[in-house]
């Protein structure tokens, strides 16, 4: 589906999203570190848990309206919503606001996610969806790969100019939206917030009630908490802690090391794929889970900037050779009249790893960084041993 024939709504959401990621990932690598300075290691540690929770709430809520109200009023409120927010942070001199405005920024980003993706499937056809949402994720990694670079500089030296640049960006945008755009919800029966929520709830108790699917879950849990170090723990020890042994600052070496991370994934993620395919999802699971914990507790030993780069490759393969997969596993396993519940509640071992991740951030305000990057690497442990423990009983199960 080439570009010249896209639909007007896409064409200006490409822009206007592709735009506003290359400034999220100017700011969002370095928010951990951030609250670290203003508020302590241990109190950050603690609120930067909650965010994943309205993360959550968000997504519930946005996914209903977007199915009740439509997707443009839905992108709508979440894009101006976030203008605003964002100019709050800028001009905030209380770092207690910032952190309500962090917060509301990411609940409201929830909120307009469900309406954008529904939005691309009205408009697309079938055969030419992957191609689309592929162009989007594209888009999306180019931001990842030059945000941390320039926001390693921008965030800590010029972080007013910054977030009235997202402010900005983000008003304009809406402006576009709503001048350029138009409805596109299918007719469908009304949905409300409270049956999203009753259906979720009930999806979420079936789970429960499954007890290899619940240990896949935990499993799922010990392993991601490594893979979101790098928006955690790592930039909190880099910029606060490991001593400077480059003639650049730690902070633009961080931005680098997200850069790289990022043009890993754009580069890597198909041919990973490709080369995995034919291995069993027990070998994928405990390799990927292990090279993300060993990736980084390596980077403990050094901060030396070509050590770091060879680190983090190797926790970045831990990622990309999960990353296919999760979904596979969850629809082979899953029965067929409940595979849509399973699916949706595949997501929970990502809210609770998110919830739980920031715990190394409140462990460094008690332990030596060693002791910390040691923690990861026992959760790494800990999840392998998990997913050891599922496929045994998988097979048990089978024979």
Avoid at 347 to 364: D, E, H, R, W, Y
């Amino acid at each position: 589906m080439e570009s010249y024939r896209w639909d007007l709504n896409l064409k200006v959401r490409l822009f206007g999203e592709g735009l506003f990621n290359l400034l999220f990932w100017m700011y969002f690598p370095f928010i951990t570190v951030y609250f670290s300075q203003t508020l302590g290691v241990e109190l950050a540690g603690l609120l930067m848990a909650v965010p994943p929770l309205f993360l959550l709430i968000g997504s519930l809520i946005g996914g209903s309206l977007a199915d009740e109200i439509g997707r443009r009023p839905v992108m709508l409120v979440g894009t101006f919503a976030q203008g605003v927010l964002f100019l709050a942070f800028a001009v905030s001199t209380n770092a207690y606001v910032d952190y309500v405005t962090y917060i509301g920024i990411g609940f409201m980003g929830a909120i307009y996610k469900p309406a954008s993706s529904a939005m691309v499937a009205d408009l697309v056809p079938t055969e030419h969806l992957r191609d689309v949402f592929a162009t989007f994720m594209a888009s999306n990694n180019i931001g990842a790969v030059l945000g941390p670079i320039l926001g390693a500089v921008l965030f800590f030296e010029h972080r007013q100019a910054l977030l009235l640049g997202c402010a900005f960006v983000l008003f304009g945008y809406g402006v576009l939206l709503a001048a350029l755009t138009r409805e596109t919800r299918p007719g469908s029966p009304e949905k409300t917030v409270a049956k999203t929520f009753r259906t979720q709830g009930r999806s979420y108790a079936t789970i429960l009630r499954d007890p290899l699917f619940r240990l896949y879950l935990i499993a799922g849990v010990f392993a991601l908490i490594p893979i979101m170090q790098l928006d955690v723990y790592v930039p909190v020890y880099l910029i606060e802690q490991a001593p400077a042994t480059f003639d650049v600052s730690n902070t633009v070496l961080f931005g680098w090391l997200v850069a790289y991370n990022g043009l890993l994934f754009v580069v890597f993620i198909i041919p990973v794929t490709r080369v995995f395919r034919a291995w069993d999802e027990r070998r994928v699971f405990q390799l990927s889970t292990f090279l993300a914990g060993f990736g980084t507790f390596l980077v403990a030993f050094s901060s030396n900037i070509w050590y770091l780069l060879v680190v983090t490759t190797v926790f970045t393969f831990g990622e990309l050779i999960r990353s296919p997969v999760s979904q596979s596993f969850v629809s082979r396993y899953a029965p067929a009249e409940s595979r849509g519940q399973y699916l949706a509640a595949d997501t929970l071992q990502n809210t609770i790893g998110k919830f739980l991740a920031p715990v190394t951030v409140l462990a460094s305000g008690f332990v030596s960084p060693l002791a910390v990057f040691t923690l990861i690497l026992l959760s790494a442990l800990v999840g392998m041993g998990l997913y050891a423990k599922l496929f045994h009983q998988l097979a048990q199960q089978d024979g």
